[in-house]
């Protein structure tokens, strides 16, 4: 196997070369955590690996059996409601660190956060499901440049603590609810180890070939940690070299012999190069300064044969959506025409009319 192979067989393990039918909640469930902080896009990570539409994938979020909060890191995930408690327990002390030190900044000690949790708990009650500009009136804390970060980070806080995710769309508007009102408590509750033998096998089963340092970075756990998650599971999971460097994928991995030439739009912030700490075998480096920033802003990306080739971006119009792209290398019209092939699932995604300019 070679460098090559693996961009291929990561198209594959993530479910973007769609070879059966996935509910979107399936899709989410497969893939563990899906960073979903630019919402619009991050359904379109669901839609892209599933024959689903907006409105099906915004329905199945409505309804709880996707859920978004934040987890793993400090950002936005899309986790399947099935997997949200265990998950939780597992990161979510790691990540509070994070929203615990943003909250002092701003006067908020842990008395004064369980206080807000509390505030919010009684606020939410009942299915009641409000915006964060909703919850922090009723704190009294004002819309201001500074209080906007407090009152991200208490709302952070309180989705690490298990007490909220989000509630149903308010128009465009995120809400919140209580995670209980919205998905059940298991009875049993997994060991750290456990847990993090859990991630590690869906991780490299819905992301392989990827390295230690990869599934650190996506993780969040530090590498000694993540190397004893492997060892306890690496009898369940395939092993290669390449060039020194070990990678870890699933057992049942395709055949590459099987691959077709295939085009996709992927949106921006999408595990494809997202979920990896280095990206050479989807994207040149020369071109990597294209895709994505050194402070972690990821573009939406046209992908061939496994290789990103360039970058595009939408305006939503009022009958039709116009679709904009740039390519690395100059590329002929008769060559750009058959890549453009490849929106068209996002065209049946929207249920709308898409032009290319």
């Not at 539409?53 to 934040?70: G, L, M, P, Y």
């Not at 990161?91 to 002092?104: D, G, H, L, N, W």
């Not at 998905?183 to 847990?195: A, F, I, Q, R």
């Amino acid at each position: 196997m070679i460098h090559s192979d693996i961009a291929l067989l990561r198209m594959a393990s993530q479910k973007i070369l769609k070879t059966n039918f996935h509910k979107p909640e399936e899709i989410v469930h497969h893939l563990g955590a899906m960073q979903a902080q630019d919402y619009s896009m991050a359904k379109w990570a669901i839609g892209s690996r599933c024959d689903a539409s907006e409105k099906e994938i915004e329905e199945a979020i409505n309804s709880a059996k996707i859920i978004r909060t934040h987890i793993l890191r400090p950002t936005w995930h899309f986790v399947a409601a099935e997997d949200i408690y265990w998950m939780l327990d597992l990161s979510a002390p790691q990540v509070k660190r994070f929203t615990i030190s943003a909250a002092k900044k701003y006067g908020y000690d842990d008395k004064k956060i369980a206080q807000a949790n509390a505030s919010i708990e009684k606020l939410l009650a009942g299915n009641n499901h409000l915006t964060r500009d909703e919850i922090m009136q009723e704190l009294n804390i004002k819309k201001t440049s500074s209080d906007d970060f407090l009152s991200a980070a208490i709302m952070m806080n309180a989705e690490l603590d298990g007490l909220v995710c989000n509630g149903k769309m308010k128009g465009k508007q995120i809400t919140y609810a209580l995670l209980e009102e919205r998905v059940s408590k298991p009875k049993n509750k997994l060991t750290k180890e456990e847990g993090l033998a859990k991630l590690a096998k869906r991780y490299f089963e819905s992301h392989g070939p990827a390295t230690l340092l990869d599934f650190s970075w996506w993780s969040g756990f530090a590498p000694t940690i993540c190397k004893s998650a492997i060892n306890a599971i690496e009898l369940q999971l395939n092993r290669i070299t390449i060039d020194n460097q070990e990678y870890w994928l699933g057992k049942n991995h395709p055949d590459l012999d099987k691959f077709r030439e295939s085009v996709h739009f992927l949106p921006a912030f999408d595990e494809i190069l997202i979920s990896y700490k280095t990206r050479e075998a989807s994207i040149l480096l020369e071109h990597q300064s294209k895709a994505f920033t050194n402070n972690g802003i990821f573009k939406p990306i046209i992908v061939e044969n496994g290789k990103v080739i360039g970058t595009w971006k939408r305006t939503t119009k009022k009958d039709h959506t116009k679709i904009e792209t740039q390519f690395f290398n100059e590329t002929e019209m008769s060559k750009k025409q058959i890549l453009f092939e490849g929106i068209k699932s996002f065209e049946n995604y929207l249920e709308t009319k898409i032009v290319i300019e």
